[in-house]
């Protein structure tokens, strides 16, 4: 099945509604890298007039989830997905529009060949990193995402 941004939005809007409410939205996907923005805008902001972490968190784990999500799904398996731990730094202030880039989808072909192969779970890291729309990093999120073969 073909990627899009527009049908991850729509699962968002139906399945992930506080995601929606607060505007995080995929702007693009493929194998290999997916860019999710979200806007700073009132419902989404925090006491000090930027945008609240968890919504940078939002918009960083789907970043990573949605290919995670996606590559599962092509590869006929029934697996299992879930975030394990997570870590982030922040830098400057977020306000404004931010994207958030993941381009490490090559790691999750080879996790999911292995726990194939294996039947073994497997752990792995994605890194998303949040920029501006002056080209500054706000922020770095990282996830360790597990997968497993379901009985």
Known sequence: ???????????????????????????????????????????NQNPFNSMFWAVQGMAAELSTGAMVATQIRNSGHKISMLVASNNASFS?????????????????????????ETKEGETFWMKSTGVNSNGDIVSTFNFEWTIKLKA
């Open 1 to 43: 099945m073909k990627i899009s941004a527009r049908k991850f939005n729509t699962y968002t809007m139906l399945k992930l509604p506080a995601a929606w409410l607060c505007g995080v939205r995929v702007r693009s996907i493929d194998e290999r890298k997916c860019i999710v923005s979200v806007k700073h805008r009132w419902i």
């Open 92 to 116: 400057k202030k977020a306000t404004g529009r931010i994207a958030f880039t993941c381009n490490e989808g090559h790691l999750i072909e080879e996790a999911i060949k292995k726990t194939i």
